[in-house]
């Protein structure tokens, strides 16, 4: 197998997973937005946005900005999501912290 073909390979996986951590911490930060009835548990939602996103969107960043053989389209998308992937748990902790009751 040729290194271009490995290398599209780890962009596409990158590219996968950081999707769905993507889908996951958009599901977090809604949930912590508009917690249920009780909503004493949404908190738990940004650390498991932290526990997903961060590994896989520095893993996708690193994949994007160092594997140089691939397709430059590819990278630039993977660079894209990882780094939407990697402020989602923010953006749920900034909601978490706005909705406290001071």
């Keep these: 197998m040729s290194d271009f073909r490995i290398s599209l390979g780890a962009q596409l996986a990158a590219i996968f997973l950081a999707s769905a951590a993507v889908l996951w911490g958009i599901a977090a930060a809604y949930s ?3 917690p249920g009835p009780s909503g004493e548990w949404a908190n738990l939602a940004v650390f ?3 526990a997903i996103n961060v590994p896989v969107g520095l893993t996708a960043i690193s994949i994007g900005l160092f594997v140089k053989t691939g397709s430059a389209r ?3 998308i993977c660079v894209v999501v990882s780094l939407v992937a990697l402020a989602l ?3 749920a902790s900034l ?3 706005g909705r406290r009751p001071w």
Excluded: E, G, N, T
């Design 32 to 34: 912590v937005a508009f």
């Design 48 to 50: 498991a946005s932290y």
């Design 74 to 76: 590819l990278r630039r």
């Design 89 to 91: 748990p923010i953006l």
């Design 95 to 97: 909601i978490s912290w």
